[in-house]
């Protein structure tokens, strides 16, 4: 399952109580500093458990985890280029942003660390998801309401190592991208545009690692950006059925990408050449599980699949791997 046993950034955890979030319209910080907005969470609050699944590798140019517990991201949305970083204070999360995506990014805060995800409304039937429950009370699901971010790098996580993923989209972001806005001292790059990606030669996605079929990929779905990213504003199911009209997406891509533009609880990842035994593991103690194993063991969870899954992951009951670390992808590659 490319992208989950990425090292986590650095644990910092808020916890609050059940009060009102300050009013939404950033405000401009001192001189030579970001916009700021403050945004206090109704309960635990781990920022390394809520944005982990966004970065994309140890050496993701778009993210960053600081040794203060500072997590910082640079996004292109609908405004424009822009840096975000995320820090707690006491029971506050405090984000300041900069570039012309700044008070957009402000503005998503709450929905990026969680605000909209419901973590009440799951209930553990299996006692190691409920220790893992236990264990990582901050967990909540993040939602970034942009769609390409998401899904171009889980384009190149098709049928490869992550290993070999991260490399192309660490190199294809550094030498297309542009250096993220803010006091990131050029160590952070926004992803390339809609029209970068679609004029990158074909010579340089080899160069990266890339081949045919996922760099045609994402020249389709980047020809078709504007109507990929009005999906982030559907129900995740409706989102994933508007991403797998594009050829070479299927379920297992589409549901990487919802459950990080969505948020989605219940978007569980099928194809995936390893999550079946995972769970099959840890719920039924058969590492050969399949995808309809997988799922008939997570049925029970029905409405919350995605948050069971990302719960067996985190609580270390995982079978020994004996191969490579790949997802299957998509059934329309095949």
């Known amino acids: 399952m490319a992208g989950r046993f990425a090292p986590r950034p650095t644990r910092t955890t808020v916890r609050g109580g059940h009060v009102g979030v300050p009013a939404g319209v950033p405000r401009q910080a001192a001189q030579g500093q970001g916009r700021v907005r403050r945004w206090r969470p109704d309960g635990p609050l781990d920022l390394g458990l809520v944005l982990?699944?966004?970065?994309?590798?140890?050496?993701?140019?778009?993210?960053?985890?600081?040794?203060?517990?500072?997590?910082?991201?640079?996004?292109?949305?609908?405004?424009?280029?822009?840096?975000?970083?995320?820090?707690?204070?006491?029971?506050?999360?405090?984000?300041?942003?900069?570039?012309?995506?700044?008070?957009?990014?402000?503005?998503?805060?709450?929905?990026?660390?969680?605000?909209?995800?419901?973590?009440?409304?799951?209930?553990?039937r299996h006692r190691v998801v409920a220790q893992a429950r236990h264990r990582r009370p901050g967990l909540r699901l993040t939602r970034t309401g942009l769609v390409l971010e998401s899904l171009i790098p889980s384009v190149l996580e098709q049928k490869?190592?992550?290993?070999?993923?991260?490399?192309?989209?660490?190199?294809?972001?550094?030498?297309?991208?542009?250096?993220?806005?803010?006091?990131?001292?050029?160590?952070?790059?926004?992803?390339?545009?809609?029209?970068?990606?679609?004029?990158?030669?074909s010579w340089e996605w080899h160069r990266a690692g890339v081949d045919n079929k996922r760099a045609s990929?994402?020249?389709?779905?980047?020809?078709?950006?504007?109507?990929?990213?009005?999906?982030?504003?559907?129900?995740?199911?409706?989102?994933?059925?508007?991403?797998?009209?594009?050829p070479g997406i299927g379920p297992w891509t589409s549901a990487e990408v919802v459950q990080r533009s969505h948020g989605a609880p219940d978007a569980v990842t099928v194809g995936d050449l390893h999550l079946p035994g995972i769970v099959g593991w840890a719920l039924a103690g058969d590492r050969h599980?399949?995808?309809?194993?997988?799922?008939?063991?997570?049925?029970?969870?029905?409405?919350?699949?995605?948050?069971?899954a990302r719960l067996i992951l985190l609580s270390g009951r995982v079978p020994e791997r004996r191969g490579p670390r790949f997802p299957v992808g998509d059934i329309s590659l095949l």
């Open 160 to 201: 490869v190592t992550t290993v070999e993923a991260y490399r192309a989209w660490r190199l294809l972001v550094r030498r297309f991208g542009e250096p993220a806005p803010g006091p990131v001292d050029g160590r952070m790059w926004v992803m390339p545009a809609p029209r970068t990606w679609a004029l990158i030669p």
């Open 52 to 124: 982990g699944p966004l970065r994309r590798g140890p050496g993701d140019p778009t993210f960053r985890a600081t040794p203060d517990g500072s997590v910082w991201r640079a996004s292109r949305t609908p405004c424009g280029p822009g840096t975000l970083r995320v820090s707690s204070h006491g029971t506050e999360v405090r984000g300041e942003a900069w570039g012309p995506g700044a008070e957009w990014l402000l503005e998503q805060l709450p929905r990026l660390l969680g605000a909209e995800d419901d973590p009440a409304a799951f209930a553990p």
């Open 289 to 308: 599980a399949d995808d309809s194993v997988m799922l008939s063991l997570l049925e029970p969870y029905a409405g919350q699949r995605h948050r069971a």
């Open 217 to 246: 990929t994402v020249l389709r779905a980047v020809r078709l950006a504007a109507r990929l990213e009005q999906a982030a504003g559907m129900a995740p199911k409706e989102a994933q059925a508007r991403l797998e009209v594009v």
